[in-house]
């Protein structure tokens, strides 16, 4: 009865029909009457309380007021015109205002009645309005029934200009909840919800919409938010299971010549405990007959190439293939000359391919690939193209994957019959509850310590006001031997006055630090390509001292010799952009500084990012705090962020729980992989609803 209620369209539910329909589906995608039961509130306000209108907070507060209009005036302004009354308590008096639906709603008001008027306050000077109030006739009942906590929902202003306010959605959603009498269906055992103390379904849904007080208000959250991060976890966890018995892997059961020879006689230095533990991991995967799917993350200089590296030899060792992606052209090139160094003295075959590959080489690089003579190619995303084959691909490695979507993963899996094992690796950290659900269907390694030898970098924030002192500090710097870098923000590759920001600075450093004591490079993205590995060879070779540089260095810079990282309106930057940036310095032996140039008056946030950079070095640390700041959609860009947009579970808030339903899914799945047992019926059936695209929250694919 009501499971067919729910899935009905949700222009069947009285109060709504075709035209309001057609608006809740545009404006905010409910469809069906399901939908509109998990559309829930985003905030609610406390009618518990009524303010005398001389005591209403001088802020912009919502609240509610009893008094008599004595006043109904139409007033013209500029376009249109407004509706205004006055509105007064034996207190003191405020103004109602209408922008829009006024003729009506004068036709409505009557001066000579008590009023229930609720909104959000507007003060300019002592005076104090309430636009679009929501009104009701104080009568006994209608007391009582504003006396309670009351949900707002998201709106959109299309949706208010049609009249479909936060009062028509209650009265929507009461319209459902009086047919839905017979409430909706568990999701959770009981067991689950006995040791957990979680409220039923039916009544945290309930409540969800209707609080009664703030306990039952925050049971309804705390059941809401373990089921939508419960389900979550759950479909990850049983997809990692399926997959475990679905596919095959490669079984590469000999570590042989290569990996044994490298490791021997060529490792460049000895490996990190954290490198060796990964390393074990990757072989123990390899030789599980299991394909693999792994994500490793480690901080910023954490020494994973290396990992990807031996980890291919093992590949090759065992007669595959293996690639090495990388998001952009200036990182894959890197790789390319980092692997092809370490590749040399075992005489490997190694190639680059990328979308400016000339045609000549790229067809020798076909052939090359589908002979098996091509051991280890490393690329952009050219490589995912249909038209490049491996012989025999057993092994791909995804650098930086978060600027690509789950699709391009998909892509490399289709490169061997046998799926190839895929080593996922990030380039920054990921908050940890991140992780979790975005990657929760593969394993987990991490790389949590730095080479030894590195000092601890200095970070301090710098105004205008000391740019003489900065200066001088920049010029000692380089009498010692040392290089700098100064970073501009570029937020916009065609932004005309961030240019002329670098164009400045480069001009007013010149001045500063002349020639011939000095040498300046400038690099940027609008330069020739040749161009601009003329000014790095410049500068990585020790002609110049300074580099004046836009992001364009924030990845795929690695030299040693620079001590100093001055960033250039730092607030402008975003936490893991500065973040990668310092990570450009401290990488020889010498004692090195990062100094934030910023404005004298900043933001919250960008306070926070800045005190947070000089703070802590820890990418783990400084991505939570990132978290928490931007929240996780923008945080990892839009591709990924379907499974981000939860309902009521919040990433960064609610990380215990994740934690704790990732393990209840666990134990679960433990105790019953097919989820066959009577107990656990109704999370078969919830997740059987999911599955069919039919979900409590269709989101989840
Ligand atoms: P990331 O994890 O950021 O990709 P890289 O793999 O580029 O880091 O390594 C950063 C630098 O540290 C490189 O110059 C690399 O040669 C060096 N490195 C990596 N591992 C070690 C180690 N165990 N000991 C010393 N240096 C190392
Ligand atoms: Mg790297």
Excluded at 412 to 434: C, E, F, G, S
Excluded at 457 to 479: G, P
């Amino acid at each position: 009865m009501a499971a067919a209620l729910l899935e009905k369209p949700i222009e069947y539910l009285k109060g709504v029909g075709p035209n309001r329909g057609t608006l809740l589906r545009s404006e905010l995608g409910i469809d069906t009457c399901k939908d509109l039961l998990y559309h829930f509130p985003n905030r609610y306000v406390d009618r518990t309380r009524f303010y005398s209108i001389a005591e209403l907070p001088k802020v912009q507060a919502d609240v509610q007021i009893i008094g008599r209009i004595t006043d109904i005036r139409l007033i013209n302004q500029a376009k249109g015109k407004r509706l205004v009354a006055s509105f007064q308590d034996s207190t003191g008096e405020i103004e109602l205002v209408w922008f829009r639906g006024y003729q009506w709603i004068q036709k409505q008001l009557q001066t000579n009645v008590r009023y229930i008027a609720f909104g959000r306050l507007l003060w300019y000077g002592s005076r104090c309005s309430i636009a679009h109030p929501e009104l009701e006739e104080e009568t006994p009942d209608a007391t009582i029934k504003s006396a309670v906590f009351q949900p707002v929902y998201a709106s959109t202003e299309k949706l208010i200009n049609r009249s479909i306010t936060n009062r028509t959605m209650r009265q929507i959603m009461q319209h459902l909840f009086d047919e839905l009498h017979l409430g909706v269906r568990e999701t959770l055992s009981d067991n689950i919800r006995n040791d957990h103390g979680l409220i039923g379904a039916t009544e945290a849904l309930a409540a969800i919409h209707f609080p009664k007080d703030l306990g039952q208000l925050e049971k309804a959250q705390k059941r809401l938010r373990f089921e939508e991060l419960f389900f979550i976890q759950l479909q990850l966890l049983q997809k990692k299971l399926d997959h475990r018995k679905q596919f095959k892997g490669h079984l590469f059961d000999k570590v042989g010549d290569f990996f044994n020879r490298f490791y021997n006689n060529h490792l460049p230095f000895s490996l990190t405990d954290a490198q060796k533990r990964v390393i074990k991991e990757i072989r123990s995967d390899f030789g599980s007959g299991a394909q693999m799917n792994r994500l490793l993350q480690g901080d910023v200089g954490s020494g994973k190439t290396i990992v990807a590296f031996l980890s291919a030899l093992i590949a090759l060792d065992n007669q595959m293939q293996a690639t090495i992606v990388a998001p952009t052209e200036i990182l894959a090139q890197q790789h390319y000359q980092t692997l092809s160094q370490l590749a040399a003295p075992l005489g490997l075959t190694i190639k680059l391919l990328t979308g400016a590959t000339k045609t000549a080489e790229r067809k020798e690089i076909h052939t090359q690939l589908q002979s098996g003579e091509l051991q280890l190619l490393v690329g952009t995303h050219a490589i995912l193209e249909p038209n490049v084959h491996f012989q025999n691909l057993g092994f791909a490695i995804i650098d930086e994957q978060h600027r690509f979507g789950v699709a391009q993963r998909a892509k490399l899996w289709k490169k061997n019959q046998i799926p190839p094992h895929i080593l996922v690796m990030t380039a920054t950290p990921i908050p940890r509850t991140l992780a979790m659900t975005l990657y929760g269907d593969l394993e987990s390694s991490i790389i949590d310590e730095l080479p030894p030898g590195r000092k601890p970098i200095t970070t301090a924030q710098r105004t205008d006001r000391n740019r003489l002192a900065v200066n001088q500090f920049m010029k000692s710097e380089i009498e010692k031997g040392r290089q700098v870098y100064i970073v501009y923000p570029l937020i916009e590759e065609s932004s005309t006055m961030d240019y002329k920001d670098l164009m400045d600075g480069f001009e007013s450093i010149s001045r500063d630090f002349p020639q011939p004591d000095y040498q300046v490079s400038i690099l940027h993205g609008r330069m020739k390509s040749e161009d601009k590995a003329f000014e790095m060879e410049r500068f990585s070779s020790g002609k110049t001292q300074i580099m004046v540089a836009t992001t364009v260095i924030e990845v795929g810079v690695d030299i040693p010799n620079p001590s100093v990282m001055v960033i250039e309106s730092a607030e402008r930057f975003g936490l893991s952009q500065l973040h990668q940036l310092r990570g450009r310095i401290g990488r020889g032996a010498d004692k090195s500084y990062c100094i934030l140039m910023t404005g004298v008056k900043l933001s919250n946030d960008a306070k926070t990012r800045i005190q947070a950079m000089v703070r802590t070095q820890d990418g783990f640390e400084l991505a939570e705090v990132d978290l928490k700041l931007r929240g996780p959609g923008d945080l990892m860009g839009t591709q990924q962020s379907g499974i981000l947009q939860m309902r009521i579970a919040n990433l960064s808030r609610d990380a215990q729980v994740i934690l704790q339903v990732r393990n209840v899914a666990i134990d679960l799945l433990a105790d019953d992989p097919t989820l066959a047992k009577a107990k656990n019926k109704p999370i078969a059936d919830t997740l059987r609803m999911l599955q069919a695209g039919k979900g409590i929250w269709k989101y989840i694919s």
